[in-house]
């Protein structure tokens, strides 16, 4: 089925989602982030892809959960409704990576689903905030929990407290993105990286992201034990074999499960 509210499509070896309800600043509904999962379905289904790119305009990436929609709920239906939650996850499950590129405003549950990605690029226009608060609610998709692990608890507290927002220059010295680019070099950057990453072996890749992500789910002995076995059964890879050789023989490594 065609989706409504973003765009599918494949870059080389890179999946590239683009919200696109223009009109409400990408405002994130059920339907969208429905929408998302079942994309991130197929890309992850496709041994042709090795990332994925989800963005948005440029004068927003999204900017939150669509609030018209949310205005009347009563508390049983934010509670069995789960509004835009539902499937929300299945960004950090997605077990190949996912680069979010961020122009204009990423605030509320735009913040919120750029943080669920595993990098953030953000073009030099970018607008970062959790700015629930002014209608009377709070962070409900990840504000209050991967702000604070993204920049430290004084600025997540700023943040979200004070509903202000924090522009990509900002953002960057913060740690919340890995890097700040021009506009209009915006797409072209987070799918070269995309292609960088599709290129290295996908098992490794794979075992990188879920190491990292441990890294926010343990403790510190635990993590370095899940490092360390998820690093010795690397050597278990055909492609260890061939980047190691590749280096040994001073010529490029083409790894086999890309
Ligand atoms: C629905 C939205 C929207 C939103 C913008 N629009 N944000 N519609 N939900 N979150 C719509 C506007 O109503 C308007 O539609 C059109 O997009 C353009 O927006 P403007 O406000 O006219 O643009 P501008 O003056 O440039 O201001 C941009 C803005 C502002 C600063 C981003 O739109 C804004 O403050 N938006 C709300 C941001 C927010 O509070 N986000 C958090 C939402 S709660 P019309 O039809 O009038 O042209 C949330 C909770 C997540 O995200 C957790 C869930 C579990």
């Known amino acids: 089925m065609t989706p409504e509210h973003i765009l599918v499509e494949t870059r080389g070896r890179v999946g590239l989602i683009t919200l696109n309800r223009p009109k409400a600043l990408n405002a994130l509904n059920d339907a969208l982030v429905d929408e998302i999962g079942q994309a991130l379905d197929r890309f992850e289904a496709d041994d042709e892809i090795g990332a994925v790119v989800i963005t948005g305009s440029e004068k927003a990436f999204a900017a939150g959960a669509d609030i ?12 069995l409704g789960d509004y ?29 689903m750029a943080m669920a990605c595993d990098i953030i690029i953000a073009a030099d226009t970018a607008r970062f905030g959790q700015p629930e608060v002014k209608l009377g609610i709070l962070p409900g998709a990840g504000g209050t929990q991967r702000l604070p692990r993204a920049v430290g608890k ?13 522009d990509a220059e900002e953002a960057e010295r913060a740690g919340l993105v890995s890097r700040v680019v021009p506009a209009e070099r915006l797409l072209d950057e987070a799918l070269a990286a995309a292609e960088t990453i599709a290129g290295y072996s996908l098992p490794v890749i794979m075992m990188i992201k879920e190491s990292i992500n441990r890294a926010y789910e343990s403790g ?4 370095l034990l899940f490092e360390r076995r998820q690093f010795h059964s690397a050597f278990a890879l055909e492609d260890q074999k061939e980047g190691m050789a590749a280096f040994v023989e001073k010529r490029p490594a083409h790894f086999k499960h890309r």
């Open 68 to 79: 018209g929609a949310m205005a009347g709920f009563s508390y049983m239906d934010a509670y």
């Open 84 to 112: 835009i939650t539902r499937n929300w996850e299945r960004v950090k499950t997605c077990r190949k990576p996912i680069i979010a590129a961020v122009a204009g405003f990423a605030l509320g549950g735009g913040c919120e």
């Open 154 to 166: 004084a600025k997540a507290m700023d943040l979200c407290l004070t509903a202000r927002m924090m």
């Open 220 to 223: 510190l002995s635990e993590g």
